[in-house]
């Protein structure tokens, strides 16, 4: 069975994209109404493509977790884990991939063991032809989600600068795959071709620092509701070092606002790096408190929301 990957390019409708350097949005019209230079402002249909290609390859290593998680049985599984994931279980590489290497974290908070006390896959090392693809799922057990609420920083363990500083749990969490997953990519002698490295959520989180960590193989970085993983330092050093990096965002997904920018009782800074792609469904503004039973702002977060909205560009 393939990774269900749908290729239908879907009709533009309107969007909003958003530049870190510009405090403004910008409304795009339909192509039919964009001519000449404007051109260049649209996401493209083979970016759309590659959105939605990264994504669901995504979604298959959340499947595979929530199977090692909670068994093949879906009716075991969480009502979201099988309403997202389960479509994609079994996961297993698209044609014309090969699967290099998969990356684990343990599961369990306790000091004893337990029948919860299992492995996770977390993410993988996938190849096809000379291109590489770095993929990594998003908070699933309870020591992810301990990691996650880290808010404090501490220096980035492979950082020059004590002033370059990221979230103490994304970098705890990394430090457990850092080893394997500088295995996998030495093993995988990645060359001339491109190396792309995605995540959603924690995984975008473990994406960025990744990207960081291995930016002398010049690799894309292209995550789906980041949060803020480093101080102004960390990001400006990111965007120097990363030449390629776009964040997806869901209009109305609140993990890119975390942690906030100032967090006072730790005396924590956050900042943002990248290029910031801001993508909505069927509404970008809530104008009644109908709409706030909407599965699209309840749930922006989840990677239907981000299908959905990539569906209407």
Known sequence: MLLPVRFTIPTRRNAICFNDSNTKYRS???????????????????????YRFLLELICGVYAEAFSARFGDNQKKWTLIGKEEFG?????????????????????????????????LPIGVLLRNGSDHYLIFRG???????YHDMLF??????????????????FNDLFDTVRTAVDLAIDSAQIGEG????????????????????????????????????????????????????QRIEHIFDPIPNLPPESVKPFYSEYAHAGEQLLIKGSIDTIS?????????????????????????L
Not at 152 to 169: C, P, R
């Open 152 to 169: 404090t920083q501490k220096q980035w363990s492979n950082g020059s600068s004590e002033k370059l500083l990221v979230h103490s749990g």
């Open 288 to 312: 009644s408190y109908k709409d706030l039973s909407k599965k699209e702002v309840l749930l922006g977060h989840l990677p239907s929301a981000y299908f959905d909205a990539l569906d209407r």
């Open 194 to 245: 491109k190396l792309t490295i995605t995540g959603h959520s924690l995984g975008a989180a473990l994406a960025t620092l990744s990207a960081l960590e291995w930016s002398d193989l010049k690799p894309r970085l292209i995550t789906f509701g980041s949060p803020r993983v480093g101080n102004s330092i960390f990001a400006k050093t990111l965007e120097k070092s990363v030449s390629f990096h």
């Open 28 to 50: 795009l019209k339909s192509n039919s109404e964009l001519a000449g230079s404007d051109q260049k402002e649209l996401i493209s249909s083979e970016q759309r493509i590659e």
């Open 87 to 119: 479509p994609y279980f079994p996961f297993e590489v698209p044609s014309g991939f090969e699967r290099l290497s998969t990356f684990y974290v343990e599961n369990n908070l306790l000091p004893w063991k337990s029948r919860y006390n299992k492995v």
């Open 139 to 145: 908070t699933l057990a309870a020591v992810e989600w």
